[in-house]
């Protein structure tokens, strides 16, 4: 079965320094990939997607950045944390058709102090 | 633009009761439906996924409806217990475009033992 593993589960950042947070799917290969962020009384809001090795694209602009290094491999990062960067951070998979099943990992919570 | 809206966003009610909760979407041209739960701290969970040409899935006490002409689908929960209160989320994926789900705020649910 496929499983997907999400760390750290909590950070406390100062702000200006770097974040590395990483995602990666056991059991399925070439998956769609998918970081969101949950801001505290906020709905889910897509930051990155990647189809394949990578090919990264962006939805928003913003403070950080993502790379996917290998085939179930995807990390989020970024240079200099800004307190707007906090928040609740989920990696998420799909099978490699685009219409597939969602499924999440239990998530990053990023506090920036 | 694609909008998802799910009412209400807060339900309590007495365990054993069924209840609906509801979402709606503004652009009825989706490849499908999900629906998820949230418990607090966590990921989400998948619950069901409908195509866009299905009416509606079962699995266990939980049945989603899709009436994609209205842009409507209902989560109905039979006779509920304490274990199911969480978050539900809808989301809906577009016909074009990037293909990345679109989600609603959520319901919360909490139910009295």
């Known amino acids: 079965s496929q499983t997907i593993h999400q760390w750290p589960a909590t950070l406390v950042q100062p702000v200006g320094s770097p974040l590395s947070l990483e995602c990666t799917v056991e059991g399925t290969s070439n998956p769609n990939l998918y970081w969101y962020r949950q801001a505290a009384g906020r709905g889910l809001q897509l930051l990155f997607y990647s189809v394949g090795i990578g090919q990264i694209s962006s939805e928003v602009p913003q403070n950080l950045s993502a790379s996917r290094p290998q085939d179930r491999q995807f990390i989020l990062s970024s240079k200099k944390l800004l307190l707007s960067d906090s928040g609740f951070y989920l990696c998420a998979w799909s099978g490699g058709e685009a219409t597939g099943e969602l499924f999440f990992g239990e998530g990053s919570r990023l506090t920036v102090l | ?113």
């Open chain 2, 1 to 113: 633009k694609q909008e998802v809206t799910q009412i209400p966003a807060a339900l309590s009610v007495p365990e054993g009761e069924n209840l609906v909760l509801n979402c709606s979407f503004t652009d009825s041209a989706i490849y499908n439906l999900q629906w998820f739960r949230q418990d607090p701290g966590k990921g989400l969970t998948s619950l069901l996924l409908i195509q866009s040409s299905q009416r509606e899935q079962t699995s266990g006490r939980l049945n989603a409806s899709l009436d994609k002409s209205s842009g409507r689908s209902t989560l109905y929960i039979a006779a509920s217990q304490p274990g199911d209160s969480a978050t539900y989320l809808c989301a809906v994926r577009p016909v074009t475009g990037r293909r990345a789900l679109t989600f609603g705020s959520g319901t919360r649910l909490q139910v009295q033992p």
